[in-house]
């Protein structure tokens, strides 16, 4: 890992309590996190459902940190204006649920957003190698997604040194974000491997100390 290279915390809503978002959210920008991850599931994609657009316009008035969408979902292109008008950042689909992915990654792109892929664990790599020169954030499932709250597969992280290689050699600008299972125990590895975004559902909104477990987390010096 480059030395001192800034690390982007992110935790994610879907362990927060969705009864109460204003303290979730609160509790989020009490970490000095650096943006919010918001997963959108549709039961059809992965098993769970969470929740769509709406939540993203209500959340996007109460915070100024950027909105990280996640799209577990079919036919995401039919859904992106909904995510952009709500004022997303960051959205990101998975390959597993499109054909045409470099129009989606364009359609992101020309709308204003900063486009991410995904693929789930059971995904290569090499299936993103036409769409590297485009994209702003690659998101590797390090877990099954679906569900918060799972263990790490640790050899998903091979991938995000592939990428960081390519990534290195071409100049490539794309942003390395790694999701499901990470904590305390495993973030300085999964930070070795040049992963720029850190998410953290689960160890961070089931921490005893969840503002500690962001610096931790981070691999803030003198915590
Ligand atoms: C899983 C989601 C993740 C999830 C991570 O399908 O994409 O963002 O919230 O939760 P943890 O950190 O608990 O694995
Ligand atoms: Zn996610």
Same mark, same amino acid.
């Given at each position: 890992?480059?030395?001192?290279?800034?690390?982007?915390?992110?935790?994610?809503?879907?362990?927060?309590?969705?009864?109460?978002?204003?303290?979730?959210?609160?509790?989020?920008?009490?970490?000095?996190?650096?943006?919010?991850?918001?997963?959108?599931?549709?039961?059809?994609?992965?098993?769970?459902?969470?929740?769509?657009?709406?939540?993203?316009?209500?959340?996007?008035?109460?915070?100024?940190?950027?909105?990280?969408?996640?799209?577990?979902?079919?036919?995401?292109?039919?859904?992106?204006?909904?995510?952009?008008?709500?004022?997303?950042?960051?959205?990101?689909?998975?390959?597993?649920?499109?054909?045409?992915?470099?129009?989606?990654?364009?359609?992101?792109?020309?709308?204003?957003?900063?486009?991410?892929?995904?693929?789930?664990?059971?995904?290569?790599?090499?299936?993103?190698?036409?769409?590297?020169?485009?994209?702003?954030?690659?998101?590797?499932?390090?877990?099954?997604?679906?569900?918060?709250?799972? $263990?790490?597969?640790?050899?998903?992280?091979?991938? #995000?040194?592939?990428?960081?290689? +390519? /990534? !290195? %050699? =071409? *100049?490539?600008?794309?942003?390395?974000?790694?999701?499901?299972?990470?904590?305390?125990?495993?973030?300085?590895?999964?930070?070795?491997?040049?992963?720029?975004?850190?998410?953290?559902? $689960?160890?961070?909104?089931?921490?005893?100390?969840? #503002?500690?477990?962001?610096?931790? +987390? /981070? !691999? %803030? =010096? *003198?915590?």
């Amino acid at each position: 890992m480059k030395k001192d290279k800034k690390i982007i915390f992110a935790p994610s809503l879907l362990s927060g309590n969705f009864a109460d978002i204003q303290y979730s959210v609160k509790l989020i920008e009490d970490a000095d996190s650096d943006w919010i991850h918001l997963d959108v599931m549709d039961g059809v994609f992965v098993p769970n459902i969470t929740f769509g657009h709406k939540m993203v316009q209500d959340i996007r008035r109460i915070t100024k940190l950027p909105l990280d969408v996640h799209l577990m979902t079919v036919h995401p292109e039919n859904h992106i204006s909904d995510f952009v008008n709500a004022g997303a950042d960051y959205i990101t689909f998975h390959l597993e649920t499109v054909v045409h992915s470099h129009r989606i990654i364009q359609q992101i792109k020309e709308s204003g957003c900063k486009a991410g892929i995904s693929i789930v664990p059971g995904t290569p790599v090499g299936a993103l190698s036409e769409l590297l020169p485009f994209l702003d954030l690659i998101l590797i499932m390090s877990v099954n997604p679906g569900f918060g709250g799972q $263990s790490m597969i640790i050899e998903t992280l091979d991938k #995000i040194n592939f990428l960081d290689d +390519i /990534r !290195g %050699n =071409k *100049g490539y600008n794309y942003l390395l974000s790694v999701d499901g299972g990470v904590n305390r125990d495993n973030a300085e590895l999964v930070r070795e491997k040049g992963t720029d975004v850190l998410i953290s559902g $689960s160890s961070f909104f089931k921490s005893a100390n969840p #503002i500690m477990e962001a610096a931790l +987390i /981070r !691999g %803030n =010096k *003198g915590v």
